[in-house]
DNA sequence: TTCGTTGCAAACATTTTGCAGTTTC
DNA sequence: GAAACTGCAAAATGTTTGCAACGAA
C-alpha cells in the first residue's frame, strides 16, 4: 500500500544522525552533521526526507523552537523540557498515568489518538541559578 | 518594573479576540478577524501585539500547524487534541494528575517548569468515521 | 508634547518546489 | 531502463523590522 520508497545513502544517514542523537534537532543541525560525511548534500534534500521520515512515522516533530522545526526519532514516546533561556530541549519520562488518558479521550470525547506531545517549558537547572 | 504600555482600541480588540474564541487562531485568523472592524489593521500590528501578549502571558503559542503559529488566551490551562486531516484545535480537560508530574521535575531533575503543553494527535469524531 | 503604537513595505528566515542530472533497483 | 532521489537555485510562506505618521497619556 505503501507508495515505492528506494533506498539512498543520504537518505539512511540522515535518518540514523536523527537516532543516534538526543539533542532533538532541527534540519539545519541535521545538515549541518552529514555535511563532512557527504559535503555535497543539500538543504532540500534534508528538508524532503524530514518530510518523508515525519509521513513514514519514523520522527515527529516535537516542538517548534525559534522558528525552527525540532524533530525526533520515534524510538519511545517521551515528554521533553523546553529551557525558555537556553533553548534545549530535554528529556524527561512520560508519567506512567498516561495510558489512561488515551482510553478517557476515546470514550469521552470520541477522539481517537495516535501520540501525544508532552512539553513542559521553564528554566532548566543550570539557567536556573543565573 | 514593566515597560510602560499604553492601551490602544486595537491592541484591546485582538486580545479581546483570542479570548473570545476557542479556536487557537492564527495571526492570520485573527487579522481577518479584525479587518471588518478597522479595515485599516495591518498584518504587522497582530505580530507585534501577539510577541506583546506572549511575553507579558496573557497568551501561549499552544503549537504550529501547517507552519503557522496558534495562539491561545492562558486562561485555564487545558490540554489539546489537533486533528491529523482537518487540523482543528480542540480542547480537553487536564488530568488532575498533573501537578504531581511538576513536582517531579523540580525534585528529581532540578527542573522549574512554569507550565506545561500537552498535545494529542489523531483524528476527530469526525473526521474519524471517513 | 512625549512616547508608545501603527501602516506600509522591505527585509528575513525557514521551508518548499521545479528542473535537469544522478543513483538505485 | 524506469522510477525514485538529489543539487541547485528560485519561489513561497510566515514573521520581523525600519521609518514616518498617528494616537493616547
Redesign the pocket.
Known sequence: MN?????????DT?LQIIRSTDCHP???WIYNQVKPI?P?????????????FEQNGDIIAVA?V????RYDATSNPHTHFICQHCNSVIDVETPQSFMDVYRTLDTEHGLKANFHSLTFYGECDKCKNK
Chains 1, 2 share one sequence.
Open positions: 507508495t515505492a520508497h528506494k533506498h539512498s545513502k543520504k537518505r540522515i532541527s534540519a539545519e557527504y555535497d548534500i543539500s538543504l532540500g534534500t534534508v528538508y524532503r526526507n524530514l518530510a518523508l517548534t525559534d522558528g525552527q522545526k
